[in-house]
């Protein structure tokens, strides 16, 4: 079972590049999201969606794009990379109904330093 | 807003002993959910327990074990004969309900780091 599968999981950029973070899903969730994890921080939200076609906005948004245009996959894109987004990104999916919903399936996240 | 709270950010315990993560949280929802997962040294984030703001009732699978108390609004989490494979950072995470305009997004804690020492 692949579940969440990220790519890539290791990637340096230089400041005001630009590159995009996939993400894919073979559970047909409904919901995915993108966090961000930084030390001391926790797992902070960047966008996410309920469905094809429909995105939102979490905690940090800024410097980020996403889309949905299939319900498998939900692209991250950094369109001009910052020191400040050197972190590891975790892409979740979840099923929007049943007696699991609500339970987060994780990709092993994307490492990425921007220097 | 809703927000949750894991006062300790770094604990150490001698391999056998019991150690107890503490999680308190806010939210102003009348139904929501909350969720433990585990971050080993490896880096992927293991699901361990969910539960709903209707059902108090404690919860144990092995040598783990949730205390859920709406009065003090907290999930702690215990390990009890605490083993070297237990260390690893572990998140308290509150998710409102999945109805109405809803989104029932996650909102984690910072963590706790565990360092179970042989």
């Known amino acids: 079972n692949a579940g969440v599968t990220q790519t890539p999981k290791f990637r340096v950029l230089k400041t005001g590049q630009s590159m995009t973070l996939l993400c894919a899903q073979d559970m047909n969730h409904e919901y995915m999201y993108w966090y961000r994890q930084d030390p001391g921080m926790g797992l902070r939200l960047i966008h996410y969606?309920?469905?094809?076609?429909?995105?939102d906005q979490g905690e940090v948004p800024n410097g980020y794009n996403v889309s949905r245009s299939t319900t498998e996959d939900f692209p991250l894109r950094l369109l001009s990379a910052a020191p400040s987004q050197t972190s590891v990104y975790f892409c979740?999916?979840?099923?929007?109904?049943?007696?699991?919903?609500?339970?987060?399936?994780f990709g092993e996240g994307s490492r990425l330093t921007v220097l | 807003a809703q927000k949750v709270t894991q006062a300790q950010t770094e604990i150490s315990v001698v391999e056998k002993e019991d150690v107890t993560l503490d999680c308190v949280y806010e939210?102003?929802?009348?139904?929501?959910?909350l969720f433990w997962y585990k971050q080993p040294p490896s880096g992927e984030l293991v699901f361990l327990i969910r539960r709903n703001s209707f059902d108090e009732q404690n919860e144990i699978s092995g040598r783990y074990s949730w205390n859920f108390q709406k009065s003090t609004s907290s999930f702690n989490f215990t390990i009890t004969a605490s083993q070297v494979v237990d260390s690893a950072v572990y998140f308290c995470?509150?998710?409102?309900?999945?109805?109405?305009?809803?989104?029932?997004?996650?909102?984690f804690g910072k963590g706790t780091k565990l360092s179970v020492k042989p």
């Open positions: 979740a999916s979840r099923t929007r109904q049943g007696p699991n919903t609500g339970e987060l399936f």
């Open positions: 969606s309920v469905g094809a076609g429909i995105t």
């Open positions: 939210t102003r929802d009348t139904t929501y959910y």
């Open positions: 995470a509150l998710s409102e309900a999945y109805y109405g305009g809803s989104q029932g997004n996650l909102i």
